[in-house]
């Protein structure tokens, strides 16, 4: 039996003038995950195509066609299986945006899975062997991230991507952010797989430098306490996700530095106190910002920051005083996004009640553009205030400062920024999608 596993990308992201190529793009692991769940008795010849970096063909020599949608390229995952679907070939969707709208996926496939699918979709293969696929996969009320193979990382070419050293431990976070996708996707349970497990797919891989995928390593503290500690043994660098609560836990923080964390992705949000109590994220406190920044950057860790513009506390001052605090703080990596109100999040639903949602087009829903009208700003302004933000921080000036205040790692340091400073200068290359008519009006 062929089966292929597509993941598709919506204009902002596709290979022909997107964001991330091979400079900065790792390997995923969705799709090499599903290929190693199959059932071995069923001999399965599988082909991967990631749009990211490839074009998928629109001539697949398949039994079944499986594409992961995440919201912002649902259009385009709808469109492939229309076309696979036309030529007779059966289509099956999951992933984030299906598990949030399965009736809307469902009808542009044959069969659904809603929620994360380690059980779901061996049985979905076994039925469709046997001609009795049904029409929607769930996950199971006991799921687990136990007893699990490891990805298939060799169905992906490896040169196409920065590194194929990409790993994950847990899934979910106990936070519960207005518009985060994944406690209304899938719940505020953590799930943790094995640390052993962990540490036999770092040994197999055998890269010294590695990525956790995890949204948030320090979920639960325990949990990351005896993953930092088995990491010690492997001697390796690794990068991941936390949130800012990590400054508050010298002891894990040093833990982690020594288990060999060189960076982190920490979601600061907004600087503004009454932002973060729109976003429900009053765990984060702007005065304790530059203190865990220079915490870690002592522990030779650097910081890739991440904020959000368009809360509704948010004003047109809100671009400037940001560049201004990553500029002073010294983050090695800011990144900014608009504020999205994806669907079934809190935050849809109240912008969505409120009569704010200007667009219900998907594939504008990629945090770049601004698909909502926010409170103390016009639509136009937000988006030109965060395109001016990236152009700010990324300039010569404002690289140099921060950098000369981080002095960590250095040479990675200033490769990064420098792809950065291209994609910023770029913005508008980048902008592919159409807006809806009237948007413009509306802006």
Same mark, same amino acid.
């Given at each position: ?229 088995? !990491?010690? #043994?492997?001697? =390796? ?5 936390? +949130?800012? /609560?990590?400054? *508050?836990?010298? @002891? ?80 090695? !990596?800011? #990144?900014?996004? =608009? ?5 079934? +999040?809190? /935050?849809?639903? *109240?912008?969505? @009640? ?90």
């Amino acid at each position: 039996m062929k089966v292929a596993l597509l993941s598709p990308k919506g204009p902002l992201y596709r290979n022909r003038g997107g964001i991330f190529k091979q400079s900065l793009r790792y390997q995923p692991l969705t799709l090499t995950t599903l290929a190693a769940l199959a059932p071995p008795e069923l001999d399965i010849t599988f082909a991967l195509y990631d749009e990211g970096i490839e074009d998928i063909p629109l001539d697949l020599d398949a039994d079944l066609v499986g594409l992961t949608v995440i919201t912002g390229c649902a259009p385009r995952s709808y469109e492939l299986a229309r076309h696979y679907r036309s030529r007779g070939i059966k289509v099956v969707l999951g992933g984030p945006h299906v598990t949030l709208l399965p009736d809307e996926a469902a009808q542009n496939a044959d069969a659904i899975c809603v929620g994360y699918a380690e059980e779901a979709w061996p049985a979905l293969l076994r039925d469709f062997t046997q001609g009795q696929m049904r029409p929607r996969y769930n996950q199971g009320h006991d799921f687990k991230l136990t007893n699990l193979p490891f990805p298939r990382r060799d169905l992906l070419n490896g040169r196409r991507y920065l590194t194929q050293a990409v790993f994950e431990a847990t899934r979910a976070c106990a936070h519960d952010c207005e518009f985060c996708v994944v406690p209304t996707a899938w719940g505020r349970r953590q799930f943790q797989k094995p640390v052993e497990h962990v540490v036999d797919d770092i040994r197999r891989v055998g890269k010294r430098r590695i990525i956790f995928i995890d949204l948030n390593l320090i979920s639960d503290r325990a949990y990351a306490g005896e993953l930092f500690e088995a !990491l010690i #043994r492997l001697k =390796i660098r690794w990068f991941g996700l936390a +949130t800012s /609560l990590l400054g *508050r836990d010298r @002891k894990l923080m040093e833990l982690a530095a020594r288990s060999g964390c060189a960076g982190l992705l920490i979601g600061f949000e907004s600087i503004c106190e009454s932002s973060l109590g729109d976003a429900r994220k009053k765990f984060n406190d702007p005065s304790r910002y530059r203190a865990l920044v220079n915490d870690l950057h002592a522990l030779d860790i650097s910081i890739q920051g991440c904020f959000v513009f368009g809360h509704d506390h948010d004003t047109v001052e809100v671009f400037d005083q940001t560049v201004q605090f990553c500029v002073d703080a010294g983050i090695d !990596l800011p #990144r900014f996004a =608009i504020l999205t109100p994806f669907p079934g +999040t809190p /935050l849809h639903q *109240r912008l969505d @009640k409120d009569g704010r949602i200007l667009t219900k087009s998907w594939d504008l829903y990629d945090g770049q553009h601004v698909v909502f009208r926010p409170a103390k700003m016009t639509p136009r302004e937000l988006q030109i205030g965060h395109e001016k933000a990236w152009r700010d921080v990324y300039s010569v000036s404002s690289i140099t400062r921060r950098l000369a205040r981080s002095r960590t790692q250095l040479p990675i340091a200033i490769m990064a920024n420098l792809a950065y400073r291209y994609y910023a200068q770029h913005l508008e290359t980048h902008y592919t999608c159409d807006w809806p008519i009237g948007f413009r009006e509306a802006a």
